[in-house]
């Protein structure tokens, strides 16, 4: 199969599907992962808080944790990005070009405005893909429930997972050690109800078998 995985920002795919990722690369799937934005960011201080330099180099070296075939950068702004027809269609012209058969993308009720913007280009440009699963990348409360209707084992995976995840070693260093053991957590509470020890949840939007 081909999987491709869309991601606001560096970070974002190795938080919510990391470990399903390494799983379809174990099994011989061709993996390609899109980060939307550079990534780069300032406070509203305007103080920089992550360069683009630093933002590339730490997605690359977690892409090759993973062992994603192909890294591609949108280079949109940081946190402004916006469901238009510009992002539809480049993210369309990707699934295209490379023959998607599943996608992996950000929850379209994510708090975060790039994220939810991501979700709803990703519904209208892989409206020709059979597979699509919705992921969630951050903590935040939301208005929304987020539906875990379908799963994956991540257990031979886990330590991949959170290697890649640490890779992004300033945005481990800025958030602190909670960041970290609150996604193993939530994976492990995941696996739990499925009598798994880790396993990562997705709300379906559509899986064609």
């Not at 509203?44 to 683009?52: A, E, F, P, W």
């Not at 992921?135 to 886990?158: A, C, G, K, L, M």
């Not at 260093?173 to 193993?184: A, N, P, Q, T």
Request: hydrophobic share 40%.
């Amino acid at each position: 199969m081909n999987v491709l995985a869309i991601g606001g920002h560096y970070d974002d795919i190795e938080l919510g599907a990391g470990g399903s990722i390494a799983k379809h690369v174990s099994e011989g799937d061709n993996v390609f992962a899109v980060v939307v934005t550079h990534s780069a960011y300032e406070n509203y201080d305007g103080k920089l808080v992550r360069s683009k330099q630093t933002a590339w180099e730490e997605g690359v070296h977690a892409a090759k944790i993973l062992g994603v075939d192909d890294l591609i950068c949108l280079n949109y702004e940081t946190k402004n990005v916006k469901y238009e027809t510009k992002l539809i269609e480049d993210l369309n012209k990707i699934m295209d070009e490379k023959k998607i058969d599943v996608v992996y993308t950000h929850w379209i009720h994510d708090v975060h405005q790039d994220h939810s913007a991501i979700g709803k280009a990703t519904l209208n440009a892989a409206r020709h893909v059979p597979r699509i699963l919705m992921y969630r990348s951050n903590w935040y409360i939301t208005s929304q429930q987020f539906v875990e209707n379908f799963f994956v084992d991540i257990t031979p995976h886990i330590s991949k997972k959170i290697d890649s995840i640490k890779a992004h070693e300033s945005e481990c260093d800025r958030r602190g050690e909670k960041w970290m053991k609150f996604v193993l957590q939530q994976n492990y509470n995941t696996g739990i109800k499925l009598g798994l020890e880790y396993a990562e949840g997705f709300e379906v939007v559509k899986w064609l078998i």
